[in-house]
C-alpha cells in the first residue's frame, strides 16, 4: 500500500502530510511537556528539527502537485 502511494507526486504529499501532522502532534503534546513540565528540552529539539524538515518537505511537495496539475 505504501509504495503505491509513493509512486505519485500526489501520493507522497499525502504520505507527507500525515507524517508532518504527526510530528506537530507529538510536538506539541509529547514533547513540549516533556520540556516545560520535566524540565528535559532535548525531545523538543529531536522532534522540533523532524517536525521542521517535514514542513519544509510539505511545502515543496504541494508547490510541486500544483504545477503538475495547475491548481489555483
Do not use: N
Not at 507527507?16 to 525531545?43: C, D, H, N, R, T
Not at 529531536?46 to 491548481?71: C, D, K, N, T
Amino acid at each position: 500500500m505504501l509504495s503505491s502511494l509513493l509512486r505519485t507526486s500526489l501520493g507522497r504529499l499525502r504520505v507527507v502530510g500525515f507524517l508532518e501532522g504527526i510530528s506537530f502532534l507529538v510536538l506539541l503534546g509529547i514533547a513540549m511537556p516533556l520540556k516545560y513540565l520535566l524540565g528535559q528540552p532535548e525531545a523538543v529539539r529531536i522532534v522540533g528539527m523532524a517536525h521542521g524538515v517535514l514542513f519544509v518537505a510539505y511545502v515543496l511537495l504541494v508547490l510541486q502537485v500544483s504545477l503538475e496539475r495547475s491548481w489555483s
